[in-house]
């Protein structure tokens, strides 16, 4: 990828084209195609919104009610969407929502994971309130709410209701996408149909932003040429990048190594949990996003910050940063994860000792 960029950088390639067509563009989305879509049997258009994951999601929002004629959308809790005011209405965290200084309407939250017999019902009581929903919009894998994965039954009986009340079935795979979790979406393999799906991180290859959706053809269709522009729609270097990244995903091998990898991960955290069982340690994820819930959010401050003394960077999230959650490079090599997870273990061990 970097060989790629220096590339393109020396041979004057066109740097910045707003929405206009270029051969670094066409590259990456035929590169996408080949190894993405035709794969799966996927038909989705790609529509290029601004360079960050909530430009992708305000843009599948904004499309989800002009098909629909809609405002209300579905969103759940410990989810987490975006900093932009549509995206961040549907991010559930307080701390994140206090900062917009406006109201943050025409959402309805449910909790995730949990039995939709009471969304159910609400929506279908005439009496109830509740305004037909434009959209349900999930993650697959909640990675800021604290590594929360939805199981497969729970999304395919969420992409259920969404189709029976003509509402657009939405997965945010922005985080959780791209390889991350052993296979390219976090929902591969689950039989689900989503009508969009939000993509942004890992596309651009090497850290270089770019955001995408994949669209149904039918509801494409609803955007006016120009209706929804931008000036960083993608641009060269991303593309080049990103199109370098497809070829990561051109067979499984690297995936069956995210996979391998994945399993050294969850296999120390286990041995820590376990170590500490009195402390009601949980271990979630799936692949290379891996989550140790210390059940305290003093506590993970506290090992989150000796493990940076001691050369490791981790972050906190879910309620309170109660959760440390693992998210290392994908090309990692084993020894650096093997320092890294034992950074941890050892860190861990020694302040739940001392607390």
Known sequence: MKDAIIDFLKSDGIAHNLDMSTSTKRDFMEAFIETIQKPRGWNYKMQFTGPTGTNAVEAALKLARRVTGRETVIAFTHGFHGMTLGALACTANSYFRNAAGVPLNHVQRFPFGKSLQEMAAVYSDASSGYEPPAAVLVEPIQAEGGVNVAAKEWLKELQAFAQSRGALFILDDIQAGCGRTGSYFSFDGMGLDPDIITLAKG?????????????????????????????????????????????????DSFLNEVKRKGEMMEGSLNKIASSNGAKGFEVRGRGMMQGLDTQDGALAKQIIARCFENGLLVGGCGPLGRVIKLIPPLTIPDADLEEGLKILENSTQSIAEAA
Request: net charge negative; aromatic share 12%.
């Open 203 to 251: 596309i651009g290859g090497f850290g270089t932003p770019l955001a995408m959706n994949l669209v149904k053809p039918e509801h494409d269709k609803h955007w006016s040429p120009g209706e929804h522009t931008g000036t960083f729609r993608g641009q060269g270097i991303s593309f080049v990048a990103g199109r370098e990244a497809m070829r990561y995903f051109e067979d």
